[in-house]
Nanobody, 121 residues
């Protein structure tokens, strides 16, 4: 059974940082790209960032470029999202997913349960 579990969310003030983790199991990790998505209340889910299993290619949504950093550890089947300079508009449920090299959710094969990120003073 494929499982993806995002963790590390929480409440943080604007300008603060959070470090999200994604633990994968039950899949051949190096056959998939790990992507991060988020969904704010009342809004559609949007792609945030993705990384190949080798870590040689990364992509970011324009809204998070220069603030978020995606990384991964192929050996431990983990992916990470370091979020700095957080803004209130970064608030939402963050999900990790496994699929193709894309920030479009229809190209994902597997989804994990999300973790809530709230940026508020």
């Amino acid at each position: 059974e494929v499982q993806l579990q995002a963790s590390g969310g929480g409440l943080v003030q604007p300008g603060g940082s959070l470090h999200l983790s994604c633990a994968a199991s039950g899949l051949t990790f190096d056959e998939y790209v790990i992507s991060w998505f988020r969904q704010a209340p009342g809004k559609e889910r949007e792609g945030v960032s993705c990384i190949t299993s080798k870590g040689d290619r990364t992509y970011y949504a324009d809204s998070v470029k220069d603030r978020f950093t995606v990384s991964g550890d192929n050996a431990s089947k983990m992916a990470y999202l370091q979020m700095d300079k957080l803004k209130p508009e970064d608030t939402g449920v963050y999900y990790c997913a496994a699929g193709m090299l894309s920030l479009i959710d229809t190209y994902m094969n597997y989804w994990g349960k999300g973790t809530q990120v709230t940026v508020s003073s």
